[in-house]
């Protein structure tokens, strides 16, 4: 392959990744604002710490991230552990459960348990007070309630990634442990978890990543009760009149330095470690055998599934119905008047079309550009691929807020990018940048598989290096393609983080108008808007499922 095109591909990748990370730090310093001749001082610094509540957001965001990532590891653990490694019955349907919890978005799912929760309405809590309980037990808007609006997401993750790693085990160790003499859990203490460590703290450190851009849960559960984290902080200053960028970007620049800390110890960690449990000595896969313990275990692994995953989308498909979001007591309260109303108003076609330009869009380019990443990394012998590898894979250490305020500083202050501010062309390269590292890794994951000998085979025939990749490449990685281009189109659906900070009224997408009427109590339109979202994202899931099977992600 030649090797000016490589040139070109690191110096577009790099320029997409690092610009914008480049002017946040840059800006923190500059305290005019965007337009205005420019000003440098700390003043920015010393507002994004004397600023009341940062401290305080700062320690929420580092409480929650931990407290929820701690208890979803052990939850996860377990339940991979059950799903990979044991004889429970339907692991498929079990896994295809966690598969769905993991694409589910975030806000629709909360406001389903804002109706089973909510201290007022919430039917769990007028169940029991009906019951003779004097006061509701649960409070959805609460420091605990934001820990278990994340749980389904959390813990599906650990499950998704976990659960392949734990396969990958050989039974060999668990066998020899018990020929010694110890019990199932002691062997699963002592044996299991140990071995799995390298893939449990590489899973922790990009769980608390992931956790530290949570933002549409924070702000719909703790703003009545006045909890804010990094992220809403950072919306809160962006959207202030004047906006405050250098204390944003100054908070931003802090984030970045813990983020990159955390990405490099967790790099060094398992750069010189050997985790080889499959070997050319034989490899066991036999199920561990739970005995009476098998159908229990079946049914609280399904049954945490079915409450994470079904519970809050079935009550959000009832709150779509309802005259008054919550009442239940009221006299008729069931309408279908939201539906009319919501499916008749313009700013939702227009938002519908935002969100399939933008998911369409991000996913075809994502597509073409990750292909290309990927085969220079895994096919060719160009000395900076190494260097590509990386600035493909840190747009996963910067949390969705953190890249928004960094594109958002990067289109205001570069003019050949102004034309396309607050369209969603600007979205559209916001997702493709988010999706960057999975897509990359993914089809890696498939170029890694292919022999050398099929392109070899090609250009004995004559066939150039584009022939080549067009007739052979393409053809044998289309379906982690087409997975990877409905990921694409998923992330852009559901996403609310990194584009919250770019939309405006004529880019806005389904979910950001989503959170515009949470935002301001319009609980109603919202649940109707939050099931198209999730139709839509479950419908790609299912294709993007079917279609992984003959990729390997599944079993």
Known sequence: MPSLPIVILIVVVGFLVLTPLFLMILNSFQTARPGQPIVWGTEGWVKAFTTPGIVKAMTNTFTLAITRQAIALLIGSFFAWLIARTDIPMKGTLEFFFWLSFFLPALPETMGWILLLDPKYGLLNQGLMSLGISQPLFNIYSFWGIVWAHMGGTVSVKVMLLAPAFRNLDAAFEEASKISGASGWHTFFHIVIPVMMPAILVTTILGIIRSLEAFEIELLLGTPIGLQVYSTKIHELVTWEPPQFAPAMALSTVFLGVLLLMVALQRRYTAHRNYETITGRGFSIRPTPLGRWRYPAFAMVLFFAVVVTLVPTALLL??????????????????LENWRATLNDPVLLRSLWNTLAIGAGSGLVGVLFFAFIAYVIVKTRYTGRWLLDFLSWLPWSIPGILLGVALLWTFLQTRIFLPIYGTIYLLMIAMVIKSMPFGTQMIKSVLIQLGSDLE????????????????????????????????????????????????????RTLSLLMLDFAAGAEFEKATVVAVIIVAMVVGAALIARGLGGQVGVRE
């Not at 119905?321 to 239940?328: A, P, S």
């Not at 990877?484 to 189109?489: A, D, M, T, Y």
């Open 318 to 335: 009832i709150g779509t119905f309802m005259k008054l979001f919550g009442f239940f007591n009221i006299v008729e309260p069931w309408t």
């Open 456 to 507: 070899e085979a090609s250009k004995v025939c004559g066939g150039t290096w584009f022939h080549t990749f067009k007739r052979v490449i393409l053809p044998l990685t289309m379906p982690a393609l087409i997975t990877v281009g409905l990921v694409g189109f998923i992330s852009a659906a559901r996403d609310i983080s990194t584009v919250v900070l770019l939309g405006s009224g004529k880019s």
